[in-house]
């Protein structure tokens, strides 16, 4: 009976450990176990029960392949989500900060394209770290035909999706400029009028808010 | 005897198992041996791939049995979809044997 289980567990030796094919793998194991017995019990030598189960088996690398390519596909997804998570959380967290080095500078008071400058190079890096990691996302290319038919209505909804969200980001950028430029000129208070770009920052959030609970 | 004739009605007859009880691969595998006389019974990986489909179109869904001796299994439970579809297959097989029938 030991034979059956190792010859199973040879079987999934190069598969992925996940739960799919864990439940399987034993699924398998109890099912064999039980067929060996009753083979026993009718009388049959070991050899011949061992072979008998073994032949009942049949073409499993199909099966065991399709699980496979399911398990690829939530990894790479799992692994992208993590890698998003952790990319937006450092940005947020640099856009604290970046306020934070406002007011502190402020504090010291430095000149102010001191802390205006050291304002917008912390929310540039985060944001090109927010804009690289969306565009290099990879691209999800798997043989299964439904899941990659999936995969394509999901991904091209997304893009549309994030397609507006582009342009309404630019919108919101390309007026905050104007406004901003505007405002200092007519009031000359360029000490004050950077804040335009923080509510706007705000403005964006909570633009992105309002489209995501829309959804 | 062409075995690819039954392999095609494998989710069917499957299903019409699942229709009396709730159940687990090698049972349902043991009464197809049983009901044929021992003629036919399906290869495991023939069994699980048709469960794996029929769980994927929601037509049965898998729980773990408590089972008292032994180890826990997973068995398998027909949904309504799963008995629509069971009702279709069968008229479908009626016309086909009719047909069949007739020609050979």
């Known amino acids: 009976m030991d034979k059956v289980k190792n ?7 190069n598969t992925p450990k996940t739960s799919r094919v864990l439940d399987l793998k034993n699924e398998l194991i109890m099912d064999l176990s039980e067929k060996y017995d009753d083979l026993i019990k009718d009388g049959k030598k070991e050899s011949d029960a061992y072979k008998e189960v073994i032949s009942s088996i049949g073409e499993i690398d199909e099966l065991i392949s399709s699980i496979n390519n399911d398990y690829i596909i939530n990894d790479n997804m ?18 604290i900060l970046s306020l934070i080095a406002v007011i502190v500078l402020s504090e010291l008071e430095l000149p102010d394209y001191i802390v205006v400058s050291s304002f917008f ?28 038919e999936e995969f394509k209505e999901w991904k091209n909804k997304n893009s549309k999706k994030s397609e507006i969200k582009k342009t309404i980001n ?24 950077w804040i335009v770009f923080i509510i706007a920052s705000l403005f964006e959030q909570v633009v992105k808010l309002i489209m995501a609970m829309k959804e | 005897m062409t075995s690819d004739i039954i392999r095609g009605h ?27 006389n021992n003629l036919y019974e399906f290869k495991e990986a023939t069994l699980y791939c048709a469960f794996k489909r029929l769980e994927e179109n ?38 086909t044997k009719k047909i069949i029938d007739k020609l050979i």
């Not at chain 1, 010859?7 to 030796?13: C, D, T």
């Not at chain 1, 799992?78 to 856009?95: C, E, M």
């Not at chain 2, 494998?10 to 044929?36: F, M, P, Q, R």
Request: aromatic share 12%.
């Open chain 1, 121 to 148: 190079t912390l929310v540039g890096i985060a944001t090109c770290m927010i804009v690289y990691h969306f565009m290099s996302l990879p691209k999800y290319i798997k043989n299964d035909e439904t899941i990659v």
């Open chain 1, 7 to 13: 010859y199973v567990e040879e079987l999934f030796n």
């Open chain 2, 58 to 95: 929601g037509l049965i869904t898998s729980y773990w049995g408590n089972q008292t001796t032994g180890a826990r299994r997973r068995y398998y439970k027909i949904t309504e979809d799963g008995k629509k579809t069971y009702e279709r297959n069968l008229e479908d097989w009626k016309q």
């Open chain 1, 78 to 95: 799992l692994k992208t989500k993590r890698k998003t998570a952790l990319v937006v959380s450092i940005s947020v967290g640099i856009y």
């Open chain 1, 170 to 193: 630019s919108i919101i950028w390309t007026l905050t400029v104007i406004i901003y430029l505007l405002v200092s000129f007519s009031t000359m208070a360029w000490h004050i009028t």
């Open chain 2, 10 to 36: 494998t989710e069917t007859i499957i299903l019409a198992h699942l229709l009396k009880k709730d159940s687990y691969g090698y049972e349902i595998n043991k009464t197809v041996k049983e009901k044929t």
